[in-house]
Each structure stands twice: as structure tokens, then as C-alpha cells.
């Protein structure tokens, strides 16, 4: 069955430092997204892409994130400047375009901000 | 404001058992209601996906109900298994595809 696959599994970082998560979607999917989940919490919408350009995104995703999709295959999240309340999982989906059926999530990348 | 609403927040059953999980939601507009199980440390996978036409979905031992007059969806577990503890999230998909999780319900099954 295909996945979604996320790395690295798990990343430790400083504070203020630059942290980039890569995601590799479903090949024939056509929509994208991150979100996260603070231990402990729901998980919670971050952004969503389309087109090469962002569909949406939530209040989360301030002037500190950003999303690319670099070549055909990868989906990335940039942190730019990480803070401690970053530290969370983050996980990837994808969808193909019609209906919901194929919303797929990957495994998560858990990211710890020291 | 969307939100989604689960209840018990966690439940403790004996393997063989039944449960009932609840949701509630209030997110406008509907696109889909969802219950995925999430093992601890890792991603989402879906159980069910209903429409608002859709009033039961089985899958296997899991059978979803929703409501979309009153916004209320449940997950009924039937003989339970060891392996069903995890977290039941109730998930409720907007038009533009987002989802918007509820917090889910901690099921832990005793042998």
C-alpha cells in the first residue's frame, strides 16, 4: 500500500536554529499538508498545498514557517528560527484529488527544540 | 469556531468487551466526519470516512454512526482486542480539506 514518508524520524535542535522536515507524498497525490501535535494535545491543522502555492493555513503558521516543494517527489516544512514550544510531532499528508478517501499521513517527525 | 468534541477523554475496558466512543462537533461547512486510531508516536490511520448522507459505516469490529442534524458521530468497538489500545480521534474535514482533530479518546484494553 502506498505511504507517505516522513525524515527524519526524530530531530534534536537548538533554539534559534533553521530545522527543514521533508516529507515524501503518495506520487499521484495532488494536495499536501503539514500538521503538528504538541505532546499531549491534537493534532492541529498548519498548512495546506496545492499547485505549487499554499491553499491555507492556520494562525499557527506565522512569518517562521514556510513550505516548499523543491522537485517532483519531496514536500518540506522550513522553521527558521525554532523555539522550545516548537518541539512537537509533525506529520505530513497527502490526498489525491478527488474525494477524501486517500488522505494518507505519514509516521511524524518528532522535533525537539533544546 | 470549528471545534470537535470527544468524550470520555479516556476509558479502561476488559479485552472481549464492547465500547461506544462519542463526538460532537460543531464545524461549518461539513465535508466529511472521520475516526482514525493513532498508536502512540506515530501517524493517523484512518478506521472510517463518512458523508453527511451516511448514517452507519463498518469496518471490521468498528462501526461509526453520524448524526449531521444534531453534528454528533460515535465509534462502537466490538470485542475488543489488546491491540485496539491507542487513541480515538474523532476528525472532521472542512471544504478546503483541512481536518480539524478532536482530542481524542485514550483506549486501553486489559486482558
Known amino acids: 500500500e502506498p505511504e507517505v514518508t516522513q525524515t527524519p524520524s526524530h530531530q534534536v535542535t537548538q533554539m534559534g536554529q533553521e530545522v527543514i522536515l521533508r516529507c515524501v507524498p503518495i506520487?499521484?497525490?495532488?494536495?499536501f499538508y503539514w500538521y503538528r501535535q504538541i505532546l499531549g494535545q491534537k493534532v492541529e491543522f498548519l498548512v495546506s498545498?496545492?499547485?505549487?502555492?499554499?491553499?491555507?493555513k492556520s494562525e499557527i503558521f506565522d512569518d517562521q514557517f514556510s513550505v516548499e516543494r523543491p522537485d517532483g517527489s519531496n514536500f518540506t516544512l522550513k522553521i527558521r528560527s525554532t523555539k522550545l514550544e516548537d518541539s512537537a510531532m509533525y506529520f505530513c499528508?497527502?490526498?489525491?484529488?478527488?474525494?477524501?478517501?486517500?488522505?494518507?499521513f505519514g509516521s511524524g517527525t518528532r522535533l525537539t527544540v533544546v | 469556531k470549528n471545534q470537535v468534541e470527544q468524550s470520555p477523554q479516556s476509558l479502561i475496558i476488559l479485552e472481549g468487551k464492547n465500547c461506544t466512543l462519542q463526538c460532537n462537533y460543531t464545524v461549518s461547512p461539513f465535508s466529511n466526519l472521520r475516526w482514525y486510531k493513532q498508536d502512540t508516536g506515530r501517524g493517523p490511520v484512518s478506521l472510517t470516512i463518512m458523508t453527511f448522507s451516511e448514517n452507519t459505516k463498518s469496518n471490521g469490529r468498528y462501526t461509526a454512526t453520524l448524526d449531521a442534524d444534531t453534528k454528533q458521530s460515535s465509534l462502537h468497538i466490538t470485542a475488543s482486542q489488546l491491540s485496539d489500545s491507542a487513541s480515538y480521534i474523532c476528525v472532521v474535514a472542512g471544504s478546503q480539506g483541512n481536518l480539524i482533530f478532536g482530542k481524542g479518546t485514550k483506549l486501553s484494553v486489559k486482558p
Open positions: 506520487s499521484n497525490h495532488l494536495y
Open positions: 499528508a497527502s490526498r489525491a484529488g478527488q474525494g477524501f478517501a486517500g488522505y494518507t
Open positions: 498545498f496545492y499547485n505549487n502555492e499554499i491553499s491555507e
